[in-house]
């Protein structure tokens, strides 16, 4: 069976600090990958998608930057942090991109003072 | 752009009883797939059942069951017999084909003893 697994599950940071966020899929090959952010008491937004190695797509410009350097790993960067960045990080895969339902990891905390 | 509108920010039910949430979404496309997900306190996100809306027939998953109105745009989760541990925060979210999932802003939902 699949499982996905995400990286640390709680963070602070201060602002202005470096983040890097991991997520890693078992049990399957050439998932896709996504990457989304909860703000507190709001619904989920896509921050980015891949579909395959070194292949990202950013659907919201922001802080925040995407790698796949692994088929199954998936990690979530920035440079400088911002206190808007702040929230939950879940990180999900599909099978693919036509059909199929999308399964969340267990998410990471992000609070950034 | 296709929205998803969740008009219930708060439910309220008792155990064994019967709740139904509501969640409408915008869309011109004919093909595409609903989803309702649950978020408990650990907050990731399991997903309860899926429609796929060439499909007339109501998806079902033991005590969860959808009425999918595909005119009306609409598309209602019912949990029978509610339990305890339904209580958490459910996400009616659409999805085009080959496109991202778009989420609502979720329902809370808690089940009283």
């Known amino acids: 069976s699949q499982t996905i697994h995400q990286w640390p599950a709680t963070l602070v940071q201060p602002v202005g600090s470096p983040l890097s966020l991991e997520c890693t899929v078992e049990?399957?090959?050439?998932?896709?990958l996504y990457w989304y952010r909860q703000a507190a008491g709001r619904g989920l937004q896509l921050l980015f998608y891949?579909?395959?190695?070194?292949?990202i797509s950013s659907e919201v410009p922001q802080n925040l930057s995407a790698s796949r350097p692994q088929d199954r790993q998936f990690i979530l960067s920035s440079k400088k942090l911002l206190l808007s960045d702040s929230g939950f990080y879940l990180c999900?895969?599909?099978?693919?991109?036509?059909?199929?339902?999308?399964?969340f990891g267990p998410g990471t905390r992000l609070t950034v003072l | 752009a296709q929205t998803v509108t969740q008009s219930q920010p708060e439910m309220s039910v008792q155990e064994a009883e019967t709740v139904t949430l509501s969640c409408t979404y915008d869309t011109s496309e004919s093909d595409y797939y609903l989803f309702w997900y649950k978020q408990p306190p650990s907050r990731q996100m399991i997903l309860v059942i899926r429609?796929?809306?060439?499909?007339?027939q109501n998806a079902t998953e033991n005590r969860f069951s959808v009425n999918f109105q595909k005119a009306a745009k609409s598309f209602s989760l019912k949990i029978s017999d509610s339990q305890l541990g339904d209580a958490a925060m459910y996400f009616c979210?659409?999805?085009?084909?080959?496109?991202?999932?778009?989420f609502g802003t979720g329902t809370l939902l808690a089940v009283q003893p």
């Open positions: 429609q796929e809306a060439y499909k007339q």
């Open positions: 049990g399957t090959s050439n998932p896709n």
């Open positions: 999900a895969w599909s099978r693919d991109s036509h059909t199929d339902t999308q399964y």
């Open positions: 891949s579909v395959g190695i070194g292949q």
């Open positions: 979210a659409y999805r085009k084909v080959a496109n991202k999932l778009i």
